[in-house]
């Protein structure tokens, strides 16, 4: 019974929905969304942004971002990319790139 609290718990949801005496539901396909398709490695795009970069330089909140780098406070660096790019996700990955971008401006100079 359902209702009796005996039940074993069951993460798979087609072995779940038997125990539950209901049919197996089949899960949806995931939703590919524009900034994932984005990820997909290409030369071209990879090669445009490398020369936007080096053109026009930096996004005030990136210079920003690297002051933070540089002085240490990662977190805070975290944090202040949260706020302006809208997810964890998102701060993660463009600290890691800024912090590989300092990296190698050290190693040229």
Do not use: W
């Not at 038997?18 to 795009?45: E, G, N, W």
């Not at 890691?96 to 100079?109: F, Y």
């Amino acid at each position: 019974n359902f209702f009796s609290g005996n039940m074993v718990r069951c993460t798979h949801p087609i072995i779940s929905a038997k125990m539950r005496k209901a049919s197996a539901v089949t899960p949806l396909p995931k939703r590919i969304r524009p900034r994932d398709r984005i990820k997909a490695p290409k030369k071209k795009l990879r090669a445009a942004r490398e020369v936007v970069e080096e053109v026009l330089g930096f996004a005030p909140y990136e210079r920003r971002l690297m002051e933070l780098l540089k002085v240490g406070r990662e977190k805070r660096a975290l944090r202040f990319a949260k706020r302006r790019l809208g997810t964890h996700q998102m701060a993660k990955k463009k600290r890691e790139q800024l912090t590989e971008t300092l990296r190698k401006m050290r190693t040229k100079k």
